[in-house]
């Protein structure tokens, strides 16, 4: 069954006559669903660790609208938890840690090889949902790459413009390489005991690639995601990996090979023309309609989803976002998306 699963084919370089699709963030505060199952778990965190009630807001996307592959509801901050730090969400604000910004900090976290005590009710839901997918639906599993990981663990927030890793990595370098390293060993060993668990597919997002400029962005955002990716193909040889750089722009051409990710994932900042004749040649694309429409919906949704799928119809495409669906989405926007794009 696993080889005629839609996604998997894609990932292996078909061209197929309708892309399979589903959509980052597919299990959140768009839907009601979701809500009522959060506020049953009480706060993020608690519904993150509790196998029984991830495994139902990760369900409920397929469960309303069919998805070809449902995306393993968890955080990209629980690799830093189980790492050491301290992590809490401010309602209305977003998830808070303890900084790293000098070497006792980084002394004070705990080696990679401790993570899975921790991050053990993952596991769990990963296996869960490996059991009660439907038979076409792929498990996709996934973290947080070192780069945007450490911006968080850096500033202790989500920051406009990464500046405080950016000034640690000019202040201390020696400091930032050693968290990206130890975030990079963690990120492995994260990734391959999901795919041991079920997971069928890994996707590393560096949401803040797109700050990195010049060989930073080689050495802190393609280099760690190539090592995780050699070290994941290595383990499990039959398990793709989709790279997701936001933010690259034109340095999306070449990744493929650069990271060695059966899939780069493509923001909204790049064109699917652009896409279909730089980056498609090297293998499948994933995206990379604007979040927007998923608000706004109407024609001017139907019109680029059409062209994305129009342009993106010669090569293996997986059709989604350019990046999360938003909490104020209209959920009949999405029905509208995938009508589209299965329909015409």
Known sequence: MAQQKTILRALAGETLPTPPIWMMRQAGRYLPEYKATRAQAGDFLSLC????????VTLQPIRRYGFDAAIL???????????????????????????????????????????????????????????????ETTLIGFAGAPWTVATYMIAGQGTPD?????????????????????????TIDYLSEQIKAGAEVVKLFDSWAG???GDDFTNYAVKPAARITA???????????????????????????AIGADCIALD????????????????????????SHMVTGGDDLIRETRHIVDALSNGPHIFNLGHG???????????????TVRGG
């Not at 660790?49 to 991830?54: E, G, T």
């Not at 990464?162 to 963690?186: C, M, S, Y």
């Open 49 to 56: 660790y509790n196998p029984d009630l991830a495994a139902e």
């Open 73 to 135: 509801f968890a955080d990209i901050l629980l690799l830093p938890q189980a790492l050491g730090a301290d992590l809490w969400f401010v309602t209305g604000e977003g998830p808070r840690l303890s900084t790293i910004t000098s070497a006792d900090d980084l002394c004070a976290l705990k080696p990679a090889s401790a993570i899975h005590d921790t991050l053990s009710p993952i596991y769990e839901t990963v296996k869960i949902l490996s059991r009660e997918l439907p038979a």
């Open 162 to 186: 990464q500046g405080p890793a950016h000034a640690l990595k000019a202040e201390n370098r020696a400091v930032f390489e050693a968290l990206l390293d130890l975030i990079t060993i963690g």
């Open 211 to 213: 700050s990195l400029q």
């Open 231 to 257: 070290a994941l193909k290595a383990r499990h040889p039959d398990t793709p990996v989709i790279a997701f750089p936001r933010g690259a722009g034109e340095r999306y051409a070449g990744l493929h090979a």
């Open 268 to 291: 909204d900042g790049v064109s699917a023309d652009w896409a279909a004749a730089n980056v498609q040649p090297d293998g499948c694309v994933q995206g990379n309609l604007k979040s």
């Open 325 to 339: 669906i938003t909490p104020d989405a209209d959920p009949e926007n999405v029905q509208l998306m995938i009508d």
